[in-house]
């Protein structure tokens, strides 16, 4: 498999980029890359992104995982890459990205537009094995929520998996208000990437 997609962090040179760095981001900076670690223990995670020595502290913070896998041809897993870093994961779960002109990689900004907001986020990394790859985006200003997400494509014994991982808070008085059915609708939509994701395979 190609690999296009290593294990590095997001520049801090924002210039560079034209975009952000990580100290723009609107959660603390000891919670970065703690998405992936609500991975299903039972997953296949990438070996680039060992558990930590200390877990983090969520405590306050709402969190999710959603996994789903199925039986699939070894070829499923980069169509499943394909799917994450071209945004078409994202469009067919009905939350199209802005202005995305490429491939996402690390230190890019993505805007996803759902319900008439627009919630800009910065591309973590993307780390690649010969069996996972995961990309991460945390949030930046303007977003409605402050958090991280996490999606994983892995493959192993015959079948391809697919997680979505992430920790967030309400960041503006309409999703303090709405906090409850915010949460449930991020589930819903955890669950449509995933199956988003085995839609483009054509395993669903």
Not at 9 to 24: E, K, Q
Not at 67 to 94: K, W
Not at 167 to 175: C, E, G, H, L
């Amino acid at each position: 498999m190609p690999n296009s997609y290593s294990s590095r962090p997001a520049p801090s040179d924002a210039a560079a980029h034209g975009s952000a760095h990580l100290a723009d981001l609107t959660y603390p900076a000891a919670l970065i890359g703690a998405s992936r670690d609500l991975a299903d223990p039972r997953s296949t995670t990438p070996e680039s992104t060992p558990p930590r020595d200390t877990p983090p502290n969520l405590a306050g913070w709402h969190t999710f995982a959603h996994s789903i896998s199925t039986p699939a041809p070894a070829s499923s897993l980069q169509v499943a890459i394909d799917a994450i870093v071209s945004g078409r994961m994202h469009r067919r779960a009905g939350v199209p990205l802005a202005a995305l002109s490429g491939p996402m990689s690390p230190g890019d900004v993505v805007v996803v537009r759902l319900w008439g907001l627009r919630a800009p986020c910065l591309i973590l990394d993307a780390p690649n094995t010969a069996q996972a790859f995961t990309l991460t985006y945390g949030t930046l200003p303007g977003h409605p929520e402050k958090g991280e997400e996490s999606f994983c494509v892995s493959y192993a014994d015959g079948r391809l998996t697919v997680l979505v991982t992430a920790f967030s808070k309400a960041d503006r008085p309409i999703t303090r208000v709405g906090g409850p059915v915010a949460r449930a609708a991020q589930r819903v939509f955890a669950r449509r990437y995933a199956h988003a994701v085995l839609a483009e395979v054509g395993l669903r």
